[in-house]
């Protein structure tokens, strides 16, 4: 899936692989067949980056919860594709990476294909080529997921039971964050082809990012039954074990990850992903996010240590600002708050919430107390909290 070790555009790392490899968690290009076409018209963005959209192992940042030590929230883990984007909703760029042009040769090599699908409706095979390829596009150009959706139910309704277009179908569900009906797509091709290993761990994945950690383990198991050597599934069955606050049997998970890392960066992954669990960096200091050791002596004080010791939010604030005593800026860098699933966001907001509120009573705060969230790029607030 991965090809260059880094984006010229913006340093992002990349994985290594060619864009027909195996996934991972998270996502390898996709197992969808390439035409020596489209694969000649899209050289110009694997030369800038195309590949960064691989490098998704995992599709969400790896989260610590800051009340259990060590476990990893919803919305962690690596899917059948293969790469690893640090802070990447599924399917996306990076955060922050500068947006990439499908050049004029992908663009009408894609209005060619439709033309093509529009021009023969009964041809399953043209569709489903269809599907895949605005599938990869809209890993650049969010706007193609509609059009991915559209040529694979295309199929789907003259065949309900292929293969391709259900997987197909599933991966955009998950790439969009529609993970309901993303595991009911995997489902049912799971119903026809029971030993496909990857997607049962995207299967797993999508139950795992639904908050039921239980059927997500279960799932990882069972690809691990088929393929024992299936790197992505014991990196995702250390994220699960992790988020059930079992530690040790997270690392054993994860350490047996490290031996079937693909690459260097992957193996990377897994070990900050570990000291993160054992709740110190690979240095031997603290884990980011982990609970500052001083004391605040003033309100403000601990109001910033609370935010500072946020799971994944924490490494993200770049400044903190007070207009006055009591209203706080906090400046967050690539932190795209709408892109959380609803339960991450949530238990966010509730942490934060409970930071605040501790913060008042320990300094006899009685008025309200208002905490905008900024995106330091463009500087529009993402979020009020106000208690």
């Keep these: 899936m991965p090809g260059a070790k880094f ?61 259990s030590g060590g476990s ?3 919305g962690s883990g690596v899917n059948s594709m293969g790469g690893t984007a640090g802070n990447a909703a599924p399917g996306q760029l990076p955060p922050g990476h500068p947006k990439v042009e499908l050049p004029p040769e992908a663009l009408s090599f894609i209005e060619k294909m439709e033309k093509d699908a529009a021009a023969h409706p009964n041809d399953i095979a043209t569709w489903n080529k269809l599907g895949g390829v605005v599938t990869r596009a809209a890993m650049f150009d969010p706007s193609y997921y509609p059009k991915a959706a559209e040529a694979y139910g295309h199929v789907l309704k003259i065949d309900p039971d292929n293969l391709e ?59 691990l039954a088929i393929r024992p050597d ?21 690392q054993a998970a994860l350490k ?35 609970p500052s050791a001083a004391t605040p002596s003033t309100f403000q004080g601990q109001i910033e240590q609370v935010v500072r010791d946020l799971p994944i939010a924490g490494p993200k604030v770049g400044a903190i600002q007070w207009p006055d005593k009591t209203t706080a800026r906090v400046m967050m860098n690539n932190f795209p708050m709408d892109q959380m699933p609803p339960f991450a966001k949530d238990k966010f907001m509730n942490d934060l919430k409970s930071g605040i509120d501790s913060a008042k ?24 909290i106000t208690e």
């Design 361 to 384: 009573k320990n300094y006899k705060i009685s008025g309200k107390v208002e905490v905008d969230l900024v995106d330091s790029a463009s500087g529009r607030v993402m979020e009020t």
């Design 7 to 67: 984006c010229v555009e913006c340093g992002a790392s990349l994985t290594s692989a060619a864009p027909s490899a195996e996934p991972a968690i998270s996502q390898t290009i996709r197992n969808m067949p390439l035409t020596t076409a489209f694969v000649g018209v899209f050289l110009a963005i694997l030369i800038v980056g195309l590949l960064a959209a691989g490098w998704v192992m995992l599709r969400k940042p790896v989260q610590t919860a800051s009340e």
């Design 230 to 250: 299936m790197f992505q599934a014991y990196f995702n069955l250390g994220i699960a074990y992790a988020q059930q606050n079992k530690p040790s049997d997270a």
């Design 72 to 74: 990893i929230a919803p």
């Design 165 to 223: 277009a259900l997987r197909g179908i599933g991966d955009v569900d998950y790439d969009t964050e529609k993970y309901d009906q993303a595991i009911a797509a995997y489902e049912h091709y799971l119903k026809k082809k029971p030993a496909d290993p990857e997607v049962i761990t995207d299967l797993g994945t999508m139950y795992l990012y639904t908050g039921n950690a239980d059927q997500a383990i279960a799932q990882y198991r069972k690809a």
């Design 256 to 290: 047996k990850a490290a031996e079937l890392a693909p690459d260097d960066n992957a193996r990377n992954q897994v070990k900050e992903v570990i000291a993160k669990i054992a709740g110190i960096s690979p240095a031997g200091g603290p884990a980011p996010g982990a």
